[in-house]
């Protein structure tokens, strides 16, 4: 069982960056491909960006690319998601998760570990 815990967010104006990390325990991080995903109220859940297990290889959804990097230290446990030029419109709720197995990335399912989540409150 993988504990997974978000840090990191907060009230920002726009153009402001943020960077939000994800602690894992309980389990072999590094043999987990991690993902970012965030939901506004009312919304359902959308996929942010992933990360394979090494972190060779990243992905983003085209609403963040540019703006949002992903990254992931296995010795530390620990997930990162560097977010800037952040925009009112990335006010949400951001979550991450763990995925075990080798599925489709943006699809929440497919994950078998969420944190709590962490607000990000981007002001105009």
């Known amino acids: 069982q993988v504990q997974l815990v978000e840090s990191g967010g907060g009230l920002v104006q726009a153009g402001d960056s943020l960077t939000l990390s994800c602690v894992a325990s309980?389990?072999?991080?590094?043999?987990?491909?991690m993902g970012w995903f965030r939901q506004a109220p009312g919304k359902a859940r959308y996929f942010v960006a992933h990360?394979?297990?090494?972190?060779?290889?990243?992905y983003y959804a085209d609403s963040v690319k540019g703006r949002f990097t992903i990254s992931r230290d296995n010795a530390k446990n620990t997930l990162y998601l560097q977010m800037i030029n952040l925009q009112p419109e990335d006010t949400a709720v951001y979550y991450c998760?763990?995925?075990?197995?080798?599925?489709?990335?943006?699809?929440?399912?497919?994950?078998?570990?969420w944190g709590q989540g962490t607000q990000v409150t981007v002001s105009s």
């Open positions: 998760a763990a995925m075990s197995g080798s599925e489709r990335v943006v699809e929440p399912t497919n994950y078998d570990y």
């Open positions: 309980g389990g072999t991080f590094s043999t987990y491909q």
């Open positions: 990360i394979s297990w090494g972190g060779a290889t990243t």
